[in-house]
């Protein structure tokens, strides 16, 4: 077996490579569902239901893929420039912490500001947050030549111990009899509903804003364009002249502000403080998500709303068949796998037999 | 400060010291052996920290469903290597990213094993438990180290021992060679009529089955049973401990003892109810980990090849 350069990329094939990685993934997690003894038919249907089924469905669905399209726009402009930004988990963990920091010590009153500015600020502090756990990496990886993968994994789990520590001390709600529960914001920082009786919050707009905004910025800057050029060959970028450093350590902070907000939106949207489990996984999720928009920042809003579904459709549809929940994690998985094959296809043709 | 040290002192020449270091060195050798021979061929593994949750998981499943200890070993090292097989035919035969085939790796495994968990476990409010390897009680005679070894199962010694075994065969077997030279430039190894490709994907169908085996020791030796979160960035800590390690077996057995070591001590020191909150304690092995990328990134001698994908014909 070897691999054919094709001679061009054709944009059919491109558009179609996600949707062909989804088909395949949900065909071979057919077999799990069946040997989970649940009829597969009735399984996916269940599935589809409790993602899109009724406006309390969908006003659910959009809710979860609120932080993910956060996580998955941290991945998709980092992986861009080529920074493997694997560390969105636990910066979203920070920038929910620094949301509290800002919106809920000191009984929320905020240093005495009035809502108006504290709001802007606490955004700003969640961001600053996650932008900063990336900066260590990002530097690392410059000056050093270290794995910005390794690092940015293993700071997850300092982070989440960080956030634990908090939790159990300064940022510890007295009220919450002894669970880890943070301090909650003030009210008056919470992002307003979207649709009445649901969970759905402004928090979608700001994401789906950022997705614009994040597309622009690539799109139509001087740095976007760095960024990209970076990404496609970071020594010829260097050679054209291009700030190859400050692109990439801008391209974190970026990055990680991204995800930091993920965190902020999840506090001051949907729970009002912070816990351990507070996030199921959204910031590895960021980069299937973003591996299966093909790193473009609105496909990115898609693929959230596609990922947000398969997790909650598959928590209804446990409810209903008795198939564990875990499948939306396979799905998830097999989808990032099966992209990857996907996009190289759309490049590369397979010849059988040897050279 | 005296007072500090002769404690730490006292701890260090303690039994139960080192009988925690060994065992919690065991998983990180067999680990960062995987790790290190994939890496030798040239091809990064993040796929690493999933493969030891299946391989904890189906180990210790099949000894639940009545095989024996070893069989169980066994149905570990085959699971990890099959994820192995999936890692070469996408990262050697297809030549996708290296980091993002290996962390879909990891998320496939431990989805796979949780997913596989509850379907056979449905209703379990205390995890099932196995009967694990026991200790070898008869090395209790051995002077000086008898009384640690004593307390450490077959598992541990055989990791130990199979780091001269692997540095055998890297620096002196013919397949060693071979396996350097698919990582360090496989344009001149395929003009040495080695096929690169496949010398690179048995290196990381081994390697991996070694990292199955690190997550079999998880529920074979050190507990009884799975838990979902057990391997807790076990995975990640031996990557990075193969870079500390320089890429060679006698480092990364030095490599994971200290680290062990550290960690040893860092329960010792939370046990005693020590003065600063426990999850800093906690934090104390991945922090570790960081720093030891630090240090050694001026001096780390990278396989020239590594992460490079190898594509006939094309430079």
Sequence with gaps: ????????????????????????????????????????????????????????????????????????????????ARLYNIGAEGQLYLGALAAVAVGG??????????????????????????????????????????????????????????????????????????????????????????IERTRVHAGLLLASGLAVAVWALQRFTRFGFALRAVGANARAARFAGLPVGRTVLLCALLSGALAGLAGVGEVAGRAGYVTLDMSPGYGYAGIVIAMLAGLHPLGVVLSAVFVGAVMVGADSMSRAVGVPNYIADVIVATALLAMLVATLLTRYRIRWGRA | MMDFLSSLGDMIASVPFWVATLRIATPLILGTLGVLICERAGVLNLGIEGIMVAGAFTGWLAVYHGAGLWTGLAVAALTGALCGALHALLTVWLTVSQHVAGLGITMLATSLASFAYRVSFPQVSTPPTIQPFAPLAALQGIPLIGPVLAEQTALTLGAIALVPLAAWFIYRTPAGLALRMAGENPAAAEGQGLDVLRVRGAAIVGGSALMGMAGAFLTLSAFN???????????????????????????????????????????RLQQDGGALPYQLYLMLPYVLSILALIVMARRAAYPQALMKPYRKGER
């Design chain 1, 105 to 194: 010590l000191h009984d929320g009153s905020g240093f005495g500001l009035p809502p108006a500015l504290l709001f802007p600020l606490m955004l700003a502090a969640g961001a600053a947050a996650g932008a900063l756990l990336l900066l260590g990496p990002a530097w690392l990886k410059l000056r050093l030549g270290v794995d910005e993968v390794v690092t940015s994994l293993l700071l997850n789990f300092v982070a989440l111990l960080f956030v634990s520590l908090m939790l159990d001390g300064p940022m510890k709600d007295p009220m919450a009899m002894g669970w880890p529960q943070s301090v909650a914001i003030n009210p008056d920082l919470e992002l307003p509903r979207l």
């Design chain 2, 225 to 267: 049973a799975f838990f979902m979160n057990m391997v807790n960035g076990r995975g990640w800590i031996c990557v990075a401990l193969v870079v500390f390690a320089s890429w060679r077996p006698g480092k990364a057995l030095l490599g994971a003892l200290l680290f062990a070591a550290f960690d040893a001590a860092q329960l």
């Design chain 1, 1 to 80: 077996m070897r691999l054919e350069a094709r001679s061009r990329v054709s944009r059919g094939a491109v558009l179609v490579a996600p949707f062909a990685a989804i088909a395949f993934t949900l065909a071979v997690c057919a077999a799990l569902v069946a040997w989970a003894g649940a009829p597969v038919g009735r399984t996916y249907a269940l599935l589809l239901e409790g993602a899109f089924g009724s406006r309390f469905a969908i006003a659910e669905t959009l809710t979860r893929a609120t932080p993910l399209i956060l996580t998955g726009l941290a991945a998709a402009v980092a992986f861009r």
